[in-house]
């Protein structure tokens, strides 16, 4: 099946991008993996006609977003993001209302696990990699973020200005607690706990690094540690392990395990190039305020 889908990824003149969590048989055969902003940046400088994203819904989006004339497949179209579909495009209209004054319209900062339709309501887009980076690029003191709380919380907790937040989470990541921790934490003392800005405050206050999927893979090679506690969804301890197969990588809790990072399968990416479908296409009317929230990160 491997060689079949390169064959087809040949004849498309297809690139296949895959995100830290997929699973290890998709990671093995991508042309690319990385962070969401990794893959971002890959989508939108290939060559290639169609991109395959092996991501969730949100990921598809932003390479249409980036790359309009390019056909973006997503092997599963029911692979979205619970935290995504958490903020809608006519409840961030009503909250920048309540939050803007007639002299002054509140900027929004939105994570790009959203939609484009909310992301084209935002002033600029940011990624777990370059959150604080972005909040501190903008003029104003006062700045809305949408749609994690818990990224929100961590980056307040990194600048001078007011966040306001909107109440989104990762189900998954949110329900690491700091007990768990602990726990882990007293079963192997020496390691270092990375954990992802995703996780609650109280986890983040424990931890030794926080930062991206790649920011993880990065420190830990890089690390003169051998071992390390990985508060983030369960998939990047397969890269983590592949990249440092001499060190020791203990998930922070098994039970964060991204039931959509894991729906797309080799025969979905098969039958995805044979069909060309399903494409994942933004609007014109949308994709325009988008990609202007995008570039604006991108630029930075
Ligand atoms: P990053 O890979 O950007 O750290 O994002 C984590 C995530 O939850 C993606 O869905
Ligand atoms: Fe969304 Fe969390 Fe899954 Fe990432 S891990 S796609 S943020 S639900």
Known sequence: MENEIKALLKKRNAILLAHNYQPPEIQDIADLCGDSLELSRKAAQTNADVIVFCGVHFMAETASILSPEKTVLLPRRDAGCPMADMVTPDALSYKIKELSSSKKTIPVVTYVNSSAAVKALSTICCTSANVVKVVNSLDENEILMVPDRNLALYTASQTEKTIHFWQGYCPYHDLLTADCVRMVKEEH????????????????KLADVVTSTSGMLAYASKSSHNSFIVGTEVGLLYPLKKANPEKQFYAASISMECRDMKKITLEDILKSLETMSPQVKVPEDIRKPALSAVKQMLSL
Request: proline share 12%.
């Open 189 to 204: 003392p020496d390691a270092i706990f990375m954990a992802h800005p995703e996780c609650r405050m109280e986890v983040l």
